[in-house]
């Protein structure tokens, strides 16, 4: 069990990781510099259909499948529930990512594509800052407990609490989230439990 354990954690910490690589490397290169960038339908139309964002839905896929695997080693009803919904999230996220690839398809008439489009990135944006605000209540919910561990010379217990603060401001600001989730991942599958 240990092991299923380690690895559900080392592949949300790997694939926080790519998403990060993704987010704060490549797709400045693709034109997405600001939030507002995200929301102009010609440049998600362009994107929606890149190898990088197929990748970055495949790795919500993999976070999402994870965190739900991740949920049956916690007895806690919050934590499991906190596992268990920002793993549906992350599964929404690579969904909503697909369909916004394969809408341009579904449609003859070339108007009704850009609001369209606009109409699933708003939903995605609201379930994303949903999503790593549950991500971060999870990872807040798996730190607190373990008093007396460090990370890095860090106490836990604050790096929880820094996670979860960090979640919260993301509802309003950008933050690059994925960063500390994959030190936290990475914590949680060496963490003793």
Not at 56 to 69: E, F, N, R, S
Not at 83 to 106: D, E, K, V, Y
Not at 129 to 154: C, D, H, Q, Y
Not at 182 to 188: M, P, Q, R, S, V
């Amino acid at each position: 069990m240990k092991a299923l354990h380690v690895s559900a954690a080392v592949c949300l910490a790997l694939s926080f990781a790519a998403i990060s690589l993704i987010l704060l490397v490549v797709e400045p290169r693709m034109g997405f510099t600001e939030t507002a960038d995200y929301f102009n339908p010609v440049k998600l139309q362009a994107a929606s259909t890149s190898g990088v964002w197929l990748t970055g839905d495949i790795l919500y896929l993999l976070m999402g499948l994870a965190l739900a695997g991740l949920a049956w080693f916690y007895p806690n009803l919050y934590t499991r529930t906190s596992a268990i919904l920002a793993g549906t999230g992350f599964i929404l996220l690579a969904c909503f990512g697909r369909s916004l690839a394969m809408l341009p398809a579904n449609y003859y008439n070339p108007q009704v594509v850009p609001p369209a489009i606009l109409g699933i990135v708003t939903v995605r944006f609201a379930v994303l800052k949903a999503t790593v605000l549950i991500t971060a209540f999870f990872a807040w919910r798996t730190t607190v407990p373990n008093r007396g561990e460090k990370i890095r010379g860090v106490p836990t217990r604050l790096f929880g609490y820094v996670i979860l603060i960090a979640g919260i401001t993301f509802v309003f600001v950008f933050l690059p989230l994925p960063i500390l989730f994959t030190i936290w991942a990475i914590w949680l599958a060496f963490a003793k439990s």
